[in-house]
């Protein structure tokens, strides 16, 4: 789900839109599901005798022992072999945003992940990588404001989430979380849902590649977007809700009528862009 919404913000800033770059991206999409696959499986595995400690997190596979170490190690040599011949495909230069995931990953498996607000980051940037991945499917530059909205966001729900964990479990399951407070982690995650509005308006406004007319109507998606951060504080804050930031996405019924009405409006920007063109 995470790739799905993430790679293809590319196509956003490509005119036109053709069936090649659809399908540019769907095989970046799936290197990226290879290779995020494959780190979950490692931390997983890695992790299972700490998420035994977590209310939610012992309902895994490996932390509850419904899947062996084994089933384990087999599937983490097939993703392996399957990223290597999917990157077989292309140039070097073409997937060195998945490369570059595979190892910043691979450091925060091995022990960046317990450095407080550095465990964040390092989450935050692999989304980064997501949308650099995509861009280069389709031959086009990344925005650097598109790419800071992308950082802040996923920061914001990498810190969401760290409090979620606090409040349901404490301290215990995760050694980063010594480092954090409910305060501190309050003042954080504001302090960044401003920085992920701010981008994404001059997103809109500098670097977006819609007519003139198409840029008034995306600007009027900004309150969409506003509302949507809005209402993420308060599942976090007030419902102690977004232990599972997919969830508090896409499966609260406020969030998803704020996000179809942004999504419309944006594909009507898109739509007046590219007739255009």
């Not at 659809?22 to 995020?36: D, M, N, Y």
């Not at 997937?95 to 570059?100: E, K, N, R």
Request: charged share 15%.
């Amino acid at each position: 789900m995470k790739n799905l919404v993430v790679v293809p913000l590319a196509l956003l800033d490509t005119r036109p839109l053709n069936p090649a770059g659809f399908a540019h991206i769907a095989w970046a999409v799936l290197g990226f599901t290879l290779a995020s696959g494959l780190v979950y499986v490692v931390n997983d595995l890695a992790d299972r005798a700490r998420d035994r400690l977590h209310p939610v997190k012992r309902h895994r596979p490996l932390a509850s022992g419904r899947v062996g170490t084994g089933a384990a190690v087999t599937l983490i040599c097939l993703l392996v072999l399957s990223l290597l011949g999917w990157a077989a495909a292309g140039a070097p230069w073409q997937w060195w945003p998945t490369a570059l995931y595979l190892l910043v990953s691979l450091a925060y498996t091995q022990g960046l992940k317990h450095v407080p607000l550095v465990d964040a980051f390092i989450v935050a940037t692999g989304f980064v990588l997501r949308l650099a991945q995509g861009s280069l499917a389709v031959g086009q530059p990344v925005s650097e404001w598109l790419a800071l909205c992308v950082f802040s966001l996923c920061l914001m729900l990498a810190l969401g989430k760290r409090r979620h964990e606090m409040t349901a479990a404490g301290r215990a399951h995760r050694p980063a979380l010594r480092g954090y407070t409910l305060a501190f982690l309050d003042h954080l995650v504001v302090l960044v849902a401003v920085l992920t509005a701010v981008s994404y308006v001059l997103y809109v406004r500098d670097d977006a590649v819609f007519a003139t007319g198409a840029q008034l109507v995306t600007l009027l998606s900004a309150p969409f977007a506003v509302f949507g951060l809005a209402r993420y504080l308060q599942v976090l804050l007030v419902e102690d809700g977004g232990g599972n930031p997919v969830h508090a996405l896409f499966r609260d019924r406020t969030m998803l009528v704020n996000s179809g009405l942004w999504a419309l409006l944006v594909a009507v920007a898109l739509f007046l862009s590219h007739r255009s063109a």
